[in-house]
Structure formats: structure tokens, C-alpha cells
């Protein structure tokens, strides 16, 4: 069964520092793994995807993620955290082994940037 | 590309009112779509999945008889939260699949149920 795992609910970075929101996956089968940004009061927003082509993936705002399947990692990284970066970040996988397009959530890590 | 919207964005009822959301995908055709709920400061609770066109899968432990889903057309599905009650309360929203498959959700942006 797929799982995620988003260690650390809680970031907090200064403006202008490295943001690492890191992120585990279980799956048995190849993944689809997502990153997704919330807003206070809204919807998520696609950050980025890995749908098993380049490891490296760019997203939008200056994000990326890195697959590693040796580590079941898929970690966020933004090389200068910026204060509108401060939301609710979910890491999600795709459940491939039931065909649904369903996805599995991680607990979601909270990002606060301080000036 | 890829928009979902939901209507209404924030709901006052009653209890044992009911009500109903929209959730729309605005320039794609979406045969699946969710439905999911959040509770504050926590991650996403799916609901149910709704196939257009057929009748819709509910999670473990969702009421079908007080949370109705309807996928009528390619581009709407409705929940109804019949007979509402003060813990229904809460943020629920829906997510769109372009096509079939594992391609990503496509989320709108939520409605605010608050039962008094």
C-alpha cells in the first residue's frame, strides 16, 4: 500500500535561507509523487510532479524536488525562501496499485518565513 | 489550464438543513472527480470518488446517505450535506483528473460549511 510521510509539521526558515521540506514515500509500485501548496482558506495549488521521467523535477515559485528512489525520498527545496512562500505544503502519492486516481496525502508541513 | 472552481466559497445553515456544493471544472473535461474534507491544521480526508455517469465510491466510515454526490456531466459534481448538523462543519473541497489515469488533481478552491 502507498504511504507518505512529511517529517518535521512544522518549518521555519529567515528570508533568503534554503527551505527543505522533506518527504518519504511507500509504494509498490513505480510512484507518482506531487507536491502541492494551501493557502489559508484555499484550495492546493500544483507545485510539481514526478511522473517518472528526470529525478530532478522544477516546479513553479522557484520550487523543485529531487526523487530518489534508493531513499524513497522526495524531498522541496527553494534555494531563497521568499514571505509569500509561508503555507501548508503536502506531499502526495499516487495510489497506482488500486487504478483510481486517488492520492495519499501526507500529513502536510506548515512553512513559516520570518523576516 | 486546468481550473476547478466551487460554489459557494463559504455556507451558513441551519441544522438539519441541507446543503449543496458545486464543484466545476472549468476547461477540461474531468471523468473523476473527489471530494475530500479538512479540518483545521490537519491534511486532507477523502470522501468519496465520483465517476460520471455512476454511482459514487465513499470511503471507509462516509455516510452516502448524508453526504450525496451526484457527477451528472463531465464538468459538475455535487455534494449535498442532508440534514446538517454542528459536526459537519468544516472545509470541504473537490478535485478534478483530466482524463482517466494517474495524472494530477486539479483542486478548487474550498467551501466553508458552517452549521449553527
Known amino acids: 500500500a502507498q504511504s507518505v510521510t512529511q517529517l518535521g509539521s512544522h518549518v521555519s526558515v529567515s528570508e533568503g535561507a534554503l527551505v527543505l521540506l522533506r518527504c518519504n514515500y511507500s509504494?509498490?509500485?513505480?510512484?507518482?509523487l506531487f507536491w502541492y501548496v494551501q493557502y489559508p482558506n484555499q484550495g492546493l495549488q500544483l507545485l510539481l510532479k514526478y511522473t517518472s521521467a528526470a529525478t530532478l523535477v522544477k516546479g513553479i515559485n522557484g520550487f523543485e524536488a529531487e526523487f530518489k528512489k534508493s531513499e524513497t525520498s522526495f524531498h522541496l527545496t527553494k534555494p531563497s525562501a521568499h514571505m509569500s512562500d509561508a503555507a501548508e505544503y503536502f506531499c502526495?502519492?499516487?495510489?497506482?496499485?488500486?487504478?483510481?486516481?486517488?492520492?495519499?496525502f501526507g500529513q502536510g508541513t506548515t512553512l513559516q518565513v520570518k523576516p | 489550464g486546468a481550473v476547478v472552481s466551487q460554489h459557494p466559497s463559504r455556507v451558513i445553515c441551519k441544522s438539519g438543513t441541507s446543503v449543496k456544493i458545486e464543484c466545476r471544472s472549468l476547461?477540461?473535461?474531468?471523468?473523476?472527480m473527489f471530494w475530500y474534507r479538512q479540518f483545521p491544521k490537519q491534511s486532507l480526508m477523502l470522501m468519496a470518488t465520483?465517476?460520471?455517469?455512476?454511482?459514487?465510491?465513499?470511503e471507509q466510515g462516509v455516510e452516502k446517505d448524508k453526504f450525496l454526490i451526484n457527477h451528472a456531466s463531465l464538468t459538475l459534481s455535487t455534494l449535498t450535506v442532508t440534514s446538517a448538523h454542528p459536526e459537519d462543519s468544516s472545509f470541504y473541497i473537490c478535485s478534478a483528473i483530466p482524463g482517466r489515469g494517474y495524472g494530477e488533481q486539479y483542486f478548487g478552491p474550498g467551501t466553508r460549511l458552517t452549521v449553527t
Open positions: 509504494s509498490s509500485v513505480p510512484p507518482y
Open positions: 502526495a502519492v499516487s495510489d497506482g496499485s488500486s487504478n483510481t486516481g486517488k492520492l495519499i
Open positions: 465520483s465517476n460520471e455517469g455512476s454511482k459514487a465510491t465513499y
Open positions: 476547461d477540461f473535461q474531468a471523468t473523476t
